[in-house]
């Protein structure tokens, strides 16, 4: 008889995890617990024309490029999407996603609605959307201050958008308000864990399925 471990070990299909927020929200600091928590998982890191923030790391964070490069990296069609946000440019390279996912990979992207759109029209089946709601925008604004990363220009910027941003929620699969942030964690994981166990995703049901039934 098969054991749990057996069952575990299952051919899977990886999948597309996106969590979008308005900007201070917690979609940062969710996505590197996520990635410290689980192995399975592995960030998307985009490339943008944004200038690095003290501490972020090239090819870890993001892939900083100039103008001309990001030009040139959508003429050669090395996007799987790309959009605008705060006058910077922000795309995912499609890489070796499409293989990864046949092997079970699964893929963490902090995109905002737009990617989150032009994913879906690409691979409905794969993409999983979590959008982090703040607990309210008196709170927003002061964890954006809090990590003191921008100007009060950029902040007020930041909270404007916030407004546009949140009315995409109902865009999105799954929607968890950031208030206690381990609270906010366990159901990110949550979502993970069901969404991997759809059997649609269990690739390996049918071969299982059939040794069982003898
Ligand atoms: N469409 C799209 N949006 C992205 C991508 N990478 C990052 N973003 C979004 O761009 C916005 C600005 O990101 P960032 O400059 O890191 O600031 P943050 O808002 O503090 O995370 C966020 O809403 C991100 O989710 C990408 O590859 N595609
Ligand atoms: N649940 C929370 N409670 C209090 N502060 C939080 C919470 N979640 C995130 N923060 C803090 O708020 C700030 C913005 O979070 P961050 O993850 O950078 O947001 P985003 O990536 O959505 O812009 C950071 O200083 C972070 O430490």
Known sequence: MADFKTIDKLHRRG?????????GAGKTTLSRMLLAADADIKLSVSATTRPPRPGEEDGVHYHFVSDAKFDAM??????????????????????????????????????????TQQLYQKDQQ??????????S?????????????????????????ARAEISHWAEYDYVVINDNVDECFDRVREVLDAE???????????????????
Not at 87 to 98: A, C, L, N, S
Not at 126 to 135: N, Y
């Open 196 to 214: 991997r166990m759809r059997r649609t995703r269990q690739t390996g049901l049918i071969p299982f399925v059939r040794e069982l039934m003898g």
């Open 15 to 23: 999948l597309l995890f996106i969590l979008s927020s308005p900007s």
């Open 74 to 115: 959508v003429e050669e069609d090395d996007f799987y999407e790309w959009a605008e946000v705060f006058g910077y440019r922000y795309g995912t390279p499609k890489g070796h996603i499409r293989e990864g996912l046949k092997e079970g990979q699964d893929y963490l992207f902090d995109i905002d609605w737009q990617g």
């Open 126 to 135: 794969d993409v999983v959307s979590v959008f982090i709601l703040p607990p």
């Open 137 to 161: 925008l008196a709170e927003l604004r002061r964890r954006l201050e809090e990590r003191a990363q921008d100007s009060d220009d950029v902040i007020d910027g930041r909270m404007e958008r």
